[in-house]
T-cell receptor
Framework: DADVTQTPRNRITKTGKRIMLECSQT?????MYWYRQDPGLGLRLIYYSFDVKDINKGEISDGYSVSRQAQAKFSLSLESAIPNQTALYFCATEGQGSYEQYFGPGTRLTVT | GIQVEQSPPDLILQEGANSTLRCNFSDSVNNLQWFHQNPWGQLINLFY???GTKQNGRLSATTVATERYSLLYISSSQTTDSGVYFC???????????FGTGTRLTVIP
């Protein structure tokens, strides 16, 4: 079984809809991250969390919110989706002090 | 942030050829990772290599942290090596990986 899973893997939604992307991990890592990737570019950080009570904004947090429900779960929400949020979204985990990140399979989101 | 530059942006190889991909970064780092993004979009960890040299089968990587660059070597390339190769660094004292824009590798039979 995969260590980092994301659901859904693909989603098409309409402008203005609220949508939640979910991430779960079995690696026992404290640190979790959400990134987005736009075509032809590398990943950019949206939000990150170092433990259940810790939430931090990344470089492109506007229009997004997150929830760390448990050590193993980190959800990303788009409160009112817009077309320029069409992208590939990745969740990642990192063990405390290790600096090495492990990525989930990604969620391909299309906002029409 | 930190600037991460990868070269070349695109590379086409005949199957069996060797290649070297380069990653330059602008500041001291705690982490450098190489990833392969396959045609289905999945990111596959290749190396965690903040310094030194590592090898894994036909792939190897070297990071010279004092000179702020890393190299990824692919030997005897195969068509399954096609995809985009990213390097990503974690600047000392920062909390997130900064990604380069990638090298798109196409291996033709």
């Amino acid at each position: 079984d995969a260590d980092v899973t994301q659901t859904p893997r693909n989603r098409i939604t309409k402008t203005g809809k609220r949508i939640m992307l979910e991430c779960s991990q079995t690696k026992g890592h404290d640190r979790m991250y959400w990134y987005r990737q736009d075509p032809g570019l590398g990943l950019r950080l949206i939000y990150y969390s170092f433990d259940v009570k810790d939430i931090n904004k990344g470089e492109i947090s506007d229009g997004y919110s997150v929830s760390r429900q448990a050590q193993a779960k980190f959800s990303l929400s788009l409160e009112s989706a817009i077309p320029n949020q069409t992208a590939l979204y990745f969740c990642a985990t990192e063990g405390q002090g290790s600096y090495e990140q492990y990525f989930g399979p990604g969620t391909r989101l299309t906002v029409t | 942030g930190i600037q991460v530059e990868q070269s070349p942006p695109d590379l086409i190889l005949q199957e069996g050829a060797n290649s070297t991909l380069r990653c330059n970064f602008s500041d001291s780092v705690n982490n450098l990772q190489w990833f392969h993004q396959n045609p289905w979009g999945q990111l596959i960890n290749l190396f965690y290599i903040p310094s030194g040299t590592k090898q894994n089968g036909r792939l190897s990587a070297t990071t010279v942290a004092t000179e702020r660059y890393s190299l990824l070597y692919i030997s005897s390339s195969q068509t399954t090596d096609s995809g985009v190769y990213f390097c990503a660094t974690l600047k000392t004292g920062a909390n997130n990986l900064f990604f380069g824009t990638g090298t798109r590798l196409t291996v033709i039979p």
